[in-house]
């Protein structure tokens, strides 16, 4: 899931830079959401995909909002 985290970011980001809007439909099913565990797990997955495929000006928003390496967020931010 990691992977194919990053990877939707990058494509999300090329079709940004190409002009081309992306909307993503998703489908749940019921026994996804009955348990308040799963239904949190989705609702993180959800939110981190949403913020690794986001723009913060010129930036991936993940990367702008949540990057925890100080190096990597300083160099972004100057």
Request: aromatic share 8%; charged share 30%; net charge positive.
């Amino acid at each position: 899931m990691r992977n194919a985290h990053g990877l939707l970011g990058t494509v999300s980001r090329i079709y940004d830079m190409l002009g081309i809007d992306v909307t993503r439909v998703l489908k749940v099913p019921d026994w996804a959401v009955e348990d308040g565990t799963r239904r949190d797990n989705l609702a993180k997955m959800i939110a981190i995909q949403t913020a690794v495929s986001s723009r913060y000006g010129l930036y991936s928003a993940y990367r702008v909002l949540y990057e925890d390496r100080e190096e990597k967020r300083s160099q972004r931010l100057n």
